[in-house]
């Protein structure tokens, strides 16, 4: 069975930047739902038993092409928000740590030039989707967007996440209302930069 991530910190414990009603609606009913949904689909696919990775990567594998679409849709939205919800922290902000902020220096010149990238395609990705920092097989650092709940793992790319933002406009619209700019700045006060170093280092293997 697929287990929703499930957050280390109150409802409420991300106010003022992100308001409980918010963290409510998109932990407590999205994620709940496409992890619901995930683990039936899964079942009925006779893939529960894999990991969640390894599934998004073979997704050929499925025949149906209606179990098939529903595992890419549902299984994208449980992964993205576990990994999206995982690095959230009350104590988050600031700028990345350890060997992650060493290996952003050197991929994009400084944390803020890394942070303006990113941004960039959180703002300009048409639509509902996610903007991502992955781990290529080389090591070496991607930054990328994709539509609805598709990810680096099940667009086939062989990159490891280690970071994402969330531009559903369930994941903002209740306080930004249409000003995604804004919640994409707020975003980065509440990233717990601990935890994607500690990913980083276990998508290279030293961790």
Request: aromatic share 12%.
């Given at each position: 069975?697929?287990?929703?991530?499930?957050?280390?910190?109150?409802s409420d414990?991300?106010e003022?930047?992100f308001?409980?009603l918010?963290?409510?609606?998109?932990?407590?009913?999205?994620?709940?739902?496409?992890?619901?949904?995930?683990?039936?689909?899964?079942?009925?696919?006779?893939?529960?038993?894999?990991?969640?990775?390894?599934?998004?990567?073979?997704?050929?594998?499925?025949?149906?092409?209606?179990?098939?679409?529903g595992?890419?849709?549902?299984?994208?939205?449980?992964?993205?928000?576990?990994?999206?919800f995982?690095?959230?922290?009350p104590?988050?902000?600031g700028?990345?740590t350890g060997?992650?902020a060493?290996?952003?220096d050197?991929?994009?010149?400084s944390?803020d030039?890394?942070?303006?990238?990113?941004s960039?395609?959180?703002?300009?990705?048409?639509?509902?989707?996610?903007a991502?920092?992955?781990?290529a097989?080389?090591?070496?650092?991607v930054?990328?967007?994709?539509?609805n709940?598709?990810?680096?793992?099940?667009?086939?790319t062989?990159?490891?996440?280690?970071?994402?933002?969330?531009?559903?406009?369930?994941?903002?619209?209740?306080?930004?209302?249409?000003?995604?700019?804004d919640?994409?700045?707020?975003?980065?006060?509440?990233?717990?930069w601990?935890k994607?170093n500690?990913l980083?280092?276990a998508?290279?293997?030293k961790?």
């Open positions: 069975m697929f287990e929703q991530y499930q957050l280390p910190f109150a414990a991300l003022p930047h308001d409980k918010t963290m409510e609606t998109h932990h407590g009913k999205h994620h709940a739902t496409y992890t619901k949904t995930f683990n039936e689909l899964a079942q009925k696919a006779g893939v529960d038993g894999m990991d969640v990775t390894e599934l998004l990567a073979s997704l050929d594998k499925v025949s149906d092409s209606a179990l098939r679409t595992l890419r849709n549902n299984g994208g939205g449980y992964y993205n928000h576990n990994l999206y995982s690095v959230m922290s104590n988050g902000g700028s990345a060997e992650l060493k290996k952003i050197e991929s994009f010149g944390f030039a890394f942070k303006e990238k990113i960039s395609l959180a703002l300009t990705q048409f639509g509902s989707g996610w991502w920092l992955s781990v097989k080389d090591g070496s650092l930054l990328s967007q994709s539509a709940q598709d990810n680096p793992i099940s667009l086939g062989g990159n490891k996440p280690i970071f994402c933002i969330d531009v559903w406009e369930h994941a903002y619209y209740l306080k930004f209302r249409n000003l995604r700019a919640y994409i700045k707020e975003f980065f006060t509440v990233v717990n601990g994607v500690e980083y280092l998508a290279i293997g961790n």
